[in-house]
């Protein structure tokens, strides 16, 4: 008996559940503005060295006649000025300048424009955004730990207060440090936002709604990620850009009055009692009845659960490194959610480089991921897990690699294929979470999905510093993303396919997992053997030879 006994007669997702559901998504949005706001708060437009006559306020575009007097050109097919040089009038070798006109036109006035962060500095731009993206990994860890600890509510509330609070200094920075490590907080914070609502919302929903509910999720965070652009637009100041990004998360303020405590943590927590009333106010708006007397039976801890024994010891991820096939499936499957997440967020944010314009690049980014979406929910449980991930990334690897043959003239072709990877990564980064999940034997689930989602954030981290090599060739990033995934989905082909298949629930199975029967005891066998041998006297072997070659 549990709290799935209680959802059964609820209802998987019953009225009260879709409009709690519906108000914990829309922070999904918030989170998008402060995970994308970066692309346009430290955009750096085009820019070249002030003349020495020219005032601050001189018009960026000036005639052919000074630009050459003034400009040496690099030697390429496009013929463009080296606009962090400066050819000084006592100096036959051009000089690097040490102020800068930028084009307004392009992005209205970012943070680069305010603190210089172009040509020598520009590498501030990556250290800003991996800071940011390092802020999300610390806060997926300590607001995991701490929703576990101090509940999902109170989690919620403390990291909503912390973003809106951070958001604004952020706004009001006076230099570029300040302004980076609040944007790092806010960063640790959409963890705390968005993934406990995400919790809270699956927590409440049967376990035959939950892979669309959790999909439709993030379908919430595609239109916040559109949005951006909308605010960007009209907004060219980035300061108060970054002001009008933060200021709506006051609203969520008031989910206090609107939002309950998860049942599940309660009743994990022992804390029955508040757990009844959630589940009776549940009961009363979905229009169902449960006694109290039904209620508490079905809340008893079962008498047959598992008891940790003293001494014991337990499972770790490190495990699986004593199993050859389980070692090869995870470092794959770890390979998988680096390459899905730096290219994920590498093309996010590399939409200013892709030609055309900025801000219908950004949205059409963020508008191919609601039917990257679809497409899972239609094919997930039909096609296969596998099938889904390996070709969703190898058509993101292909179309990315064929921008590397695209001539310099044919933008629309260049953001087409641009957008085919987006569309295809987004598919595959959903599919990678349940795919994954499925991978590991149960003993270590949790902590294999939580390492491969450390190696995401890895990823992540090290996107903007692969984005910032347009500088050295501007196809680059998109070449080198594409590289990773047509890799990642070639070796994901070598993984064994989870539709409809028991999972594993030791390391014993783990291994054997994939395999022809005959193949699969074959080693579960000489596995059961090893660890006999490996065990004598603890009583393990009486355990082992229950196990059958069905059973995997």
Not at 80 to 97: D, E, R, V, W
Not at 327 to 345: E, G, H, P, Q, V
Not at 404 to 429: C, E, F, H, R
């Amino acid at each position: 008996m549990g709290y799935d006994d209680v959802i059964s007669m609820l209802g998987d997702f019953g009225r009260y559940q879709k409009r709690i559901y519906f108000l914990l998504c829309l922070p999904a949005i918030l989170c998008a503005f402060h995970k994308l706001g970066n692309v346009f708060l430290i955009a750096e437009p085009p820019s070249r060295c002030k003349l020495p006559y020219e005032l601050a306020n001189a018009s960026y575009h000036i005639n052919d006649t000074e630009m050459e007097k003034w400009y040496s050109f690099n030697k390429t097919r496009d013929k463009s000025f080296h606009s962090c040089l400066i050819n000084a009038p006592n100096s036959t070798i051009p000089q690097p300048c040490d102020e800068y006109i930028y084009d307004l036109k392009a992005y209205g006035y970012t943070a680069v424009i305010d603190w210089n962060l172009t040509c020598d500095k520009a590498y501030l731009i990556a250290i800003g955004n991996s800071l940011f993206m390092f802020g999300v990994m610390f806060g997926s860890i300590a607001f995991g730990e701490l929703s576990d600890r101090w509940g999902r509510k109170n989690t919620f509330f403390l990291s909503l207060v912390m973003q809106v609070v951070f958001g604004v200094v952020a706004s009001v920075a006076p230099e570029f440090w300040t302004f980076t490590i609040a944007r790092a907080v806010v960063g640790a914070t959409t963890s705390g936002v968005f993934l406990v609502a995400y919790v809270i919302g699956l927590e409440m929903v049967g376990s035959s709604k939950r892979m669309i509910a959790g999909t439709v999720c993030q379908i919430f965070f595609s239109v916040g990620y559109m949005l951006t652009a909308v605010f960007a637009i009209y907004i060219p100041n980035w300061r108060s850009l970054q002001f009008a990004l933060t200021i709506p998360g006051l609203v969520f303020l008031t989910y206090w009055w609107l939002i309950p405590e998860s049942a599940r943590w309660l009743i994990s927590n022992n804390r029955l009692e508040e757990a009844k009333k959630n589940i009776q106010v549940a009961a009363k708006c979905n229009k169902v009845q449960i006694p109290d007397k039904t209620l508490d039976e079905l809340l008893r801890p079962s008498s047959d659960s598992p008891r940790k024994v003293a001494g014991e010891k337990q499972p770790n991820i490190l495990d699986i490194f004593k199993y050859p096939r389980l070692r090869k499936r995870s470092l794959i499957i770890f390979f998988d959610w680096f390459a899905n997440n730096i290219t994920y967020y590498g093309l996010s944010w590399n939409t200013n480089n892709l030609g055309g314009n900025p801000y219908l690049n950004f949205v059409i980014s963020g508008a191919v991921e609601i039917p990257a979406y679809a497409f899972l929910i239609f094919t997930l449980n039909r096609w296969g897990r596998k099938n889904i991930m390996s070709g969703c990334m190898i058509t993101a690897g292909t179309a990315l690699l064929l921008t590397m043959i695209v001539p310099q003239d044919l933008q629309w072709l260049n953001i087409t294929l641009a957008m085919i990877g987006k569309l295809a990564i987004t598919a595959s980064y959903g599919a990678v979470y349940v795919f994954s999940t499925e991978q590991f034997p149960t003993v270590v689930r949790n902590a294999g999905l939580g390492a491969g989602s450390m190696c995401a954030r890895v990823g992540s981290v090290t996107a903007p510093y692969v984005n910032i090599m347009t500088h050295i060739w501007k196809p680059l990033p998109l070449l080198i993303f594409g590289a990773l995934a047509f890799i990642g989905g070639l070796m994901s082909l070598t993984l064994p396919e989870t539709l409809n298949r028991k999972l594993p629930e030791s390391f014993e199975e783990g291994e054997s997992f994939g395999k022809r029967t005959k193949e699969a005891a074959s080693t579960l066998e000489g596995v059961k053997l090893e660890t006999i041998a490996n065990n004598q006297g603890n009583g393990v072997e009486s355990e082992l030879l229950k196990l059958k070659p069905d059973d995997v």
